[in-house]
């Protein structure tokens, strides 16, 4: 049997994440001693582990304690659909670096989006920037 300290320490978090996760509703409150000492088992000890492995995951913390209890498949089915999700929000972030970009560069606030298009391939292509000027301009 373990303390809070000594499991947090164990796995690896802070004895405030061990209570977060009490509130939760993710890690079941222990038994206490008489003192009032939490107590831990291995189970608790498993169940933090797995908390822990899905929430630095990228798993949404409204869905770790469905995957605790889900079966096999459908644990499997959800992780691929959370890598599916990550995968949309990736995309997006990728999708609003470019436009910060674009902003930055001064194009996008002026031009439609098929010359911002157009002038960012011909940067690609390597020609010179005053030719790519020349055409941002006209």
Wanted: aromatic residues 6%; glycine residues 6%; proline residues 4%.
């Amino acid at each position: 049997m373990l303390r809070i300290g000594e499991l947090a320490s164990y796995v690896g978090v802070s004895t405030r994440t061990v209570r977060f996760y009490h509130q939760r509703g993710l890690l079941p409150e222990p038994e206490r001693t008489p003192a009032g000492y939490r107590l831990y088992d291995a189970d608790a000890i498993l169940r933090l582990s797995r908390i822990v492995a899905l929430a630095s995951a990228g798993v949404p913390l409204a869905r770790i304690h469905d995957l605790l209890e889900a079966s096999e498949d459908d644990f499997a089915a959800a992780l691929t659909q959370i890598d599916t999700d990550l995968g949309h929000r990736i995309r997006q972030l990728k999708d609003d670096r470019a436009r910060l970009k674009r902003l930055r560069a001064g194009d996008a606030l002026t031009l439609p989006d098929v010359i911002v298009r157009f002038i960012e391939q011909l940067r690609r292509l390597g020609l010179d920037p005053v030719v790519v000027d020349h055409y941002r301009d006209s």
